[in-house]
């Protein structure tokens, strides 16, 4: 067995209404009125010669309060330099999920993590070069660039692509949203992006407006749930403010589940 750990990247709290602009707000203010209040965790793994990403975090595509400076000063708070992220995991491909793959910090499109493997959904890849031409143009170039720059690499519908970690499509939020599990026997968590985005999401189901598939999401938040809890996983709650990482150690039929922060 070897030392493994797993630590959030936090990058600011937002408020994000039905136009989906990202707008910073300090950690404990409220959202607008009728927005959500969403924090953005991108998360690193590090174990042995691995140094994973669960999500890439919201990078500078979001204007001019956001740049790519805090995901690369977080990790260099972890040791770990842009070079040294070996592989990415993207649990589906809105742009606050994925933004941070590349950057204009210099003034033109560069990969942030040049030497690292992306892992996506093949069908929701597919499906995003459908969809691309909706949307704004630095998203448009943005995917281009990615699309034709980074080494990506295609999960299938259940996956294991490299030691330590495998994939499963859950549909819900997206059609082709990714669960994304590491164990390797000594450190196990799981990563289900906008399915548990949020700690409200474990003891409060809901069908939510903004699922591609409500039905599909709240199942599939049920069944991560039962096997987080039965398999002692820790979850990985990338929109979550202040504990994005919990346990659930308990569970009874009238208060849910016992969450336990980590
Ligand atoms: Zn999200």
């Known amino acids: 067995m070897s030392n493994s750990t797993v630590v959030p990247l936090y990058e600011g709290t937002f408020s994000v209404a039905i136009d989906k602009k990202f707008n910073r707000i300090d950690r ?54 842009d070079y040294e992220i070996s592989d990415i995991f993207i649990s589906h491909l809105h742009f606050d999920h994925m933004g941070g793959l590349a950057n204009r910090e210099n003034g033109y499109w560069e990969l942030t993590f040049p030497d690292a493997t992306i ?4 069908g929701g890849w597919k499906k995003q070069h459908t969809l691309i031409d909706k949307e704004s143009e630095s998203n448009r170039d943005f995917f281009h660039f990615i699309d034709s720059m980074a080494n990506i690499q295609f999960l ?82 990338y929109h979550e403010t202040d504990f994005p990482m919990f346990k659930l150690t308990d569970f009874d039929n009238k208060s849910g589940y016992t969450v336990k922060n980590i």
């Open 28 to 81: 404990n203010e409220p959202p607008a009125k009728g927005a959500l209040k969403l924090s953005i965790n991108p998360f690193l793994i590090k174990s042995d010669d691995q140094n994973i990403l669960f999500d890439a975090g919201i990078g500078d595509l979001f204007g001019g309060d956001t740049t790519i400076e805090t995901i690369l000063e977080n990790l260099a708070d972890n040791g770990v330099s």
């Open 119 to 122: 892992w996506v959904s093949e």
């Open 156 to 237: 299938s519908d259940e996956d294991t692509p490299i030691n330590n970690v495998s994939t499963k499509t859950i549909g819900g939020h997206t059609e082709f949203h990714q669960a994304i599990y590491f164990d390797n026997g000594n450190l196990r968590c799981l990563m289900a992006g906008d399915v548990i985005g949020r700690r409200i999401s474990i003891n409060r189901n809901f069908a939510a407006k903004y699922d591609f598939m409500p039905k599909q999401s709240m199942q599939a938040r049920d069944d991560l749930k039962k096997f987080a809890h039965d398999n002692d996983y820790i979850i990985l709650a």
